[in-house]
């Protein structure tokens, strides 16, 4: 967040994703989509941390949905553990929202079993923490 101040980061991340959307979308830039699911994420977890939850949901399904596409069409198989973690935090406000139903357990159990092997084949830290966190977080529902 900017310093702190997750309102003013919101504003600035809509500056972000104003540009980005432009340059992508429009002018075809697409180099530039996995700076625009940052922006999204950065968006979705400043709204997160606001607790406009619902906002942050939509904003990680934009995320989400230009990842899938670059890892499942343009085979960008490095992006795997990015759209394994945003599918982590949407289910994290998912399951606050009350709203974790049977398909959105399989979906979250999905991206944990992809980010916990990514871990395990790279033998990355910051992916092995990651899926700590993941773990702690949302215990129950990959239990479940």
């Not at 979906?107 to 700590?132: P, Y």
Request: with cysteine; charged share 30%.
């Amino acid at each position: 967040s900017y310093l702190g101040d997750l309102r003013g980061a919101v504003v600035l991340y809509d500056r972000c994703i104003t540009i980005y959307e432009r340059l992508v979308e429009q002018e075809g830039r697409s180099e530039l989509a996995n700076d625009l699911t940052k922006a999204y994420m950065n968006k979705a977890n400043a709204f997160s941390a606001l607790g406009d939850l619902r906002a942050a949901v939509g904003l990680y399904d934009r995320c989400i949905a230009i990842l899938q596409r670059m890892v499942e069409q343009e085979g960008r198989s490095e992006l795997v553990s990015h759209l394994a973690w945003a599918e982590l935090l949407r289910a994290e406000d998912i399951l606050q929202l009350d709203a974790m139903n049977s398909v959105e357990r399989g979906r979250t159990k999905a991206a944990f079993d992809i980010l916990t092997r990514e871990a395990q084949r790279t033998g990355r830290d910051d992916l092995r923490r990651v899926v700590s966190q993941a773990s702690a977080m949302l215990g129950t529902v990959l239990q479940g």
